[in-house]
């Protein structure tokens, strides 16, 4: 098993700029998350959904737009970056659709400058 | 909603002394507590979890931690800590269908 995969592994965008980061896992996981990261904040939840076709939004979804079309994956788009979305930004996943109690496996995590 | 606070931004323990980190928690019922550990540039690794049951929890890498439902707390500790402990440790506490992590508490290890 790969576990949690995340692609890139760093960017570098410029104000207005669009893309979207990709997440997949190959654990058969129900719940998949997406967190930010930043210095003396912890994680804070972006995004998350409980299985294919199901999301809702967490703590700080503003900017970000999630889908999941297939259970394997769950990407996270920026619709247009703004500086203050620089971040390290981690998808993580866990085996049932109430992940929220379940041991929660992370990504590498894609670290993402906006210019 | 829930919330977590770790007290402590920064703690340095000398190499084989004994750790205590620190975890206080808000939520309306029986919470499900957890630790993660972040090595630098890595993500984040599952130490141990309390869900109900036995209020002192046994972890990897030799840590446990023990919830204390008066207190509000969830406090992690290790008798001997090694070098190798060096980084950075996220308590968090799940309710509401979701995960709140604390701000994190970075350890250093001094020789």
């Known amino acids: 098993n790969a576990g949690v995969t995340q692609t890139p592994k760093f960017q570098v965008l410029k104000t207005g700029q669009s893309m979207t980061l990709q997440c997949a896992q190959d654990?058969?996981?129900?719940?998949m998350s997406w967190y930010r990261q930043d210095p003396g904040m912890g994680l804070r939840l972006i995004h998350y959904?409980?299985?294919?076709?199901?999301?809702d939004q967490g703590e700080v979804p503003n900017g970000y737009n999630v889908s999941r079309s297939t259970t394997e994956d769950f990407p996270l788009r920026l619709l247009s970056a703004a500086p203050s979305q620089t971040s390290v930004y981690f998808c993580?996943?866990?085996?049932?659709?109430?992940?929220?109690?379940?041991?929660?496996?992370f990504g590498p995590g894609t670290r993402l400058t906006v210019l | 909603a829930q919330s977590v606070t770790q007290p402590d931004i920064h703690i340095t323990v000398s190499e084989g002394a004994s750790l205590e980190l620190r975890c206080n928690y808000s939520?309306?019922?029986?919470?499900?507590l957890f630790w993660y550990v972040q090595s630098p540039g890595q993500g984040l690794q599952l130490l141990l979890k309390y869900f109900s049951g036995d209020t002192l929890v046994q972890g990897i890498k030799g840590f446990e931690a023990e919830f204390k439902r008066s207190q509000s707390s969830f406090n992690l500790r290790k008798p001997s800590v090694h070098w190798s402990d060096a980084a950075e440790y996220f308590c968090?506490?799940?309710?509401?269908?979701?995960?709140?992590f604390g701000k994190g508490t970075m350890l250093l290890v001094s020789p």
């Open positions: 654990m058969n996981h129900e719940y």
């Open positions: 959904s409980v299985g294919a076709g199901i999301t």
């Open positions: 939520y309306g019922a029986t919470p499900y």
């Open positions: 968090a506490v799940s309710g509401y269908s979701t995960l709140t």
């Open positions: 993580a996943s866990s085996e049932t659709g109430s992940g929220h109690t379940d041991t929660q496996y």
